[in-house]
């Protein structure tokens, strides 16, 4: 028996791959901060491991930001029959016929990017029992067995729905993974169109390959002590796909390395290939550092293995791999007992799922389609929410279009044009044509920064209310900055979400956050320069939009402080003269479509400080807090 | 319809946990007048796999599923397009009109398009499949039971439909023993359905067939349970008291326990079967929950619940 020891990132996602490949129940496998050139070579590789451990052929589809329901679900054709042109619709790359059609190979290069039809796609079909489809006339369902492989940047989980995230169980991080190609073959290969890099991951090891090529995992049982330490291993972890996931991860090594029973020290190597640590002992990761030799104990644990599946290409490989990159993300330096609990948030070691920690950054309900009420004419940028007979020929929607004329091709207007024009091809007439009908893609914003640190005794819901009222009467964005909360996961720093209307019921919640010690103020403003700038100049849809912002403009935390995540000494008025500056920076911007004011909290003292910021953004003050302070609010 | 892959579902007996969701259940087959349910949990709780798994043993087949992005002629029912292109007008029955005397059930029904929903408030409250489009004119009387299942955090339902769905069951997370046996179950499972003579799943299967027999037992007789005026004024009072939005919860509680009293072999509804249902029946009609807050109930609900029944019992 062998125990893995999990070295370069090659080698993890290599393993990780050979699992899928061999474990039909492990159908999602998510990489973190793959970089984006190494995605075709990985998939080639997975792809070519399913052909191995299937017998079968890899249909191969790739969804992207501009995937559709259309794309996915039916494949649509036109085929001449006994001299008559028939439309047909057929199961379309998501729809499973394995082992007939192959087996199904899905690539989300950006996770973070895909769109709403690839998402909720994602969410009907990865993980289930069963999937259907019911479009168009069109009826299937089938068990899917399709894998899919996703990629997307660490920093940016926090935009993906939890929900879709869920669906991906397995996660490995494949940050240091390196082409192994030199630059002159790199360059060579640009230019002459060949496969970029055949050996990225290194060749599979022969034991496991043996294993995949038997076509079927064979018997393997899981100890309950084994599943009880995966539990161990999970916490309280919402639901329970990562514990399943975590438990089909080992077996799938133990059968790839021979065994027939999953005991605890496969679910031990399982919980290192995915980055998972231990939460009962969190000084003492379970996985192996990559750039120090293992401990004492560990390695007699090694040593007395027998077979650990590496060749002398594979440790080459791994040195070739290594150097640059033996910084790993999920895991963390050898067993140090010396310190017993953490000196900052930021050396924490990442985990597998960072969503369970990271401020939600992402739309409400971002698997729902989009309203379709607006109060303007969207553009034809946004979702699809369904179709409507066309008045133009923009943004058509062809499979409906044809669909709509198939019905009526044997209408005897139809069949003699047909006949007349001795083409026999399908007769599409105007008023079949359909056309998306799109939700609208917002132009009107809201950019509303609330200081809590300036709210004592004041209702600040009436000041806001006219504005508030405008961004729900316009169908507006809402883009809420926070400053000076009391809840909020770090004081320094200001904290944003964005909203597509006012009902979210998170702005609800952020009018009454009661307040904190420190006032971010500087950090706010330079959140919402990054808004307006992205808004304006990325989103050209938004035409108008307001800025308003809530403070006393006692801001007391530089925006060196916020960046960093720690204050360095006195900071006098270090925090209002960064506040001023980047106001400055907005009103230099310069938009005729935007409208700024700053809701005049009556600071006392400093009572000129909010009309100082006003006058930076080229902004006006308006009268908000009319009342004596009375006491706490919050 | 194409069917590919055979399709592998854990048997009802073999599911882990889940008590309140196989109850609710239960009592909407003993009682289909209950009007279905909703299943409302954290992401990867096994709530389709509960639904279709009861299907499975009470009809011998998955239930009638909408998906999410269906295509509206699908769920009220179009034209059979093949036989369209050869001359034939041949009608295609509608999701709602398969579902007909059953369930309709809905996976991750909190993300279905918003015109779907409306098809099927128009046809679940008036009881009338109306269609007329593409030279069709048909009109039929169906009603069916509402199955969903969601995930609250990718939002919640519009009131209306909350409104449709009899119970609601709000999944909680298994504990560490439970999950662990779970996980256990999980992978057996794997391994035993590539083999065409287990007799883990032999054995599943037929205490899903004594079960099945048990509810159609129940089903059978729980038009003869008595349900007492003290009883329905109980029913009644929880209402008000919870604050329950229109009539229909006093309505279902009383539908849900006389239900649950069937399938305790009780000849009356007792107390204790109104209580054990309420929860179920309620929390999604008080006033948060009908105008778009959560639906929750809490320590304080339950002791308000147990004080109102101590003060009913005689």
Not at chain 1, 220 to 244: K, Q, S
Not at chain 2, 23 to 31: S, V, Y
Not at chain 2, 43 to 66: C, E, I
Not at chain 2, 194 to 207: A, H, Y
Request: glycine share 8%; hydrophobic share 45%; proline share 6%.
């Amino acid at each position: 028996m062998s125990v893995y020891e999990f070295g370069a990132a090659a080698r993890r996602v290599l393993l990780a791959l050979a699992c899928a490949a061999l474990e039909p129940g492990l159908t999602g496998v998510l990489l973190f901060d793959l970089d984006p050139e190494l995605v075709e070579p990985v998939t080639e590789e997975f792809a070519s491991m399913l052909r191995l451990a299937t017998g079968c052929s890899v249909r191969r589809t790739t969804l992207g930001a501009s995937t559709r329901d259309d794309e996915l679900w039916l494949q649509p054709s036109l085929r001449l029959d006994k001299g008559r042109m028939v439309f047909a619709t057929a199961p379309g790359p998501l729809v499973d016929n394995a082992p007939a059609d192959g087996v199904g190979l899905v690539i989300v290069p950006d996770l973070v990017r895909l769109s709403l039809a690839g998402a909720r796609a994602a969410v009907q079909t990865l993980g289930a029992d069963v999937a259907s489809i019911e479009r168009y006339g069109f009826r299937a369902r089938w068990r899917p067995q399709a894998r899919w492989l996703a990629a997307c940047d660490m920093q940016e989980v926090a935009q993906i729905s939890p929900h879709l995230l869920d669906r991906f169980p397995v996660r490995v991080n494949a940050a240091g993974l390196r082409s192994s190609l030199n630059a002159v073959d790199l360059v060579l290969g640009a230019i002459l169109g060949e496969k970029a890099d055949s050996e990225l991951l290194g060749p599979l090891p022969d034991a496991w390959h043996v294993v995949l090529a038997r076509r079927g995992r064979p018997r393997c049982l899981l100890p309950d002590e084994a599943a009880g330490r995966i539990v161990e291993l999970l916490g309280a972890a919402p639901g329970g796909r990562r514990a399943v996931a975590l438990a089909r991860l080992t077996r799938a090594l133990a059968v790839l390395d021979g065994a027939g029973v999953a005991d605890v020290r496969y679910v031990e190597a399982a919980a290192r290939l995915i980055g998972l640590h231990d939460p009962t002992h969190p000084s003492a990761p379970t996985a192996v550092d990559d750039s120090t030799p293992p401990a004492a104990e560990t390695a007699a644990v090694l040593r007395a293995t027998t077979d650990v599946p590496r060749s002398a290409g594979d440790v080459d490989q791994d040195r070739a791999n290594a150097a640059p990159a033996m910084q790993p993300l999920f895991e963390s330096g050898r067993p140090d007992t010396l310190d017993a609990f953490l000196v900052d948030e930021r050396d924490r070691p990442a985990s597998p799922y960072p969503e369970d920690e990271a401020q939600p950054l992402r739309e409400f309900a971002p698997l729902k389609t989009p309203w379709q009420q607006r109060a303007e004419p969207s553009s034809t940028r946004g979702h699809v929410v369904g179709v409507r007979q066309a008045s133009t020929l923009r943004d058509l929607a062809f499979v409906p279009s044809v669909m709509e004329a198939a019905k009526y091709q044997n209408l005897p207007g139809r069949r003699s044009r047909a006949t007349h024009d001795a083409c026999n091809q399908l007769v599409v007439s105007p008023s079949d044509l359909r056309s998306y009908v799109r939700a609208p893609a917002p132009e009107r914003m809201l950019v509303m920064l609330l200081d809590h640190t300036c709210r004592k005794g004041w209702d600040w819901e009436i000041a806001l209310a006219p504005y508030l009222q405008w961004a729900y009467v316009s169908r507006a964005n809402t883009c809420v900055i926070e400053v000076g909360s009391r809840h909020t996961p770090s004081e320094l720093r200001a904290h944003k979400f964005t909203a597509k209307s006012v009902l979210d019921p998170r702005i609800g919640s952020a009018l009454y956050r009661p307040a904190g010690r420190a006032s971010p103020l500087a950090h706010g403003l330079e959140l919402i320069r990054q808004v307006l700038r992205h808004a304006f100049q990325h989103q050209s849809s938004v035409d108008e939009a307001w800025l308003v912002v809530v403070s006393d403009g006692r801001g007391n935390v530089p925006l060196q402080s916020s960046l960093v995540g720690q204050v360095t000494g006195p900071v006098g008025r270090e925090g209002v003269e960064d506040a001023l500056t980047v106001a400055e920076d907005i009103g230099a911007m310069g938009q005729i479509r935007l409208h700024t004011l700053v809701v005049d909290a009556a600071p006392s003292p400093y009572s000129d400080l909010p009309f100082q910021l006003a006058r930076a953004m080229n902004g006006v003050v308006v009268a908000g807090r009319v009342t004596e302070m009375t006491g706490d609010a919050s | 319809m194409i069917n590919s892959g055979e399709v592998l579902i854990l048997p009802y007996h073999h599911v882990v946990g889940q008590a309140d969701v196989k109850l609710a259940l239960e009592l909407n087959f003993i009682a289909p007048r209950i009007g279905g349910v909703l299943i409302s949990g954290q992401r990867g709780t096994a709530k389709s796999t509960v639904v279709r798994a009861f299907s499975l043993m009470t009809r011998d087949r998955l239930p009638v599923t909408l998906p999410i992005n269906a295509t509206d002629d699908r769920v009220r029912g179009g034209w059979v397009l093949d036989a369209l292109m050869q001359g034939e007008a041949k009608e295609q029955m509608g999701l709602l009109e398969e579902a007909n005397g059953g369930l309709l059930y809905v996976d991750e029904v909190n993300l279905l398009d918003d015109h779907i929903v409306n098809i099927i408030l128009d046809v679940a409250s008036t009881g009338v499949l109306t269609v007329q489009r593409e030279a069709a004119d048909r009109v039929k009387h169906i009603s069916f039971g509402l199955v969903g299942t969601m995930n609250p955090e990718e939002g919640g339902l519009r009131p209306q439909l909350l409104d449709r769905f009899g119970l609601m069951v709000i999944v909680s997370e298994l504990d560490p023993a439970l999950r662990q046996t779970m996980v256990s179950t999980v992978l057996r499972f794997d391994e035993e359905a590539s083999r065409s003579d287990s007799r883990w799943i032999k054995n599943g299967l037929e205490n899903d067939l004594r079960l099945r027999n048990r509810l159609e037992y129940a089903r059978e007789r729980v038009h003869k349970v008595v349900i007492s005026r003290r009883v329905a004024k109980l029913c009644a009072d929880l209402a008000a008291q919870f604050n329950a939005v229109g009539h229909r919860g006093e309505v279902v509680t009383a539908l849900a326990a006389r239900a649950l009293a069937a399938r305790d072999g009780s000849d009356e509804v007792k107390v204790q079967h109104v209580g054990k249902v309420a929860p179920m029946a309620l929390q999604h009609r008080r006033h948060d929950a009908a105008h778009g807050g959560p639906a929750e109930w809490t320590e304080d609900d339950s002791a308000l619940l147990d004080r109102i029944l101590g003060e009913a019992k005689p």
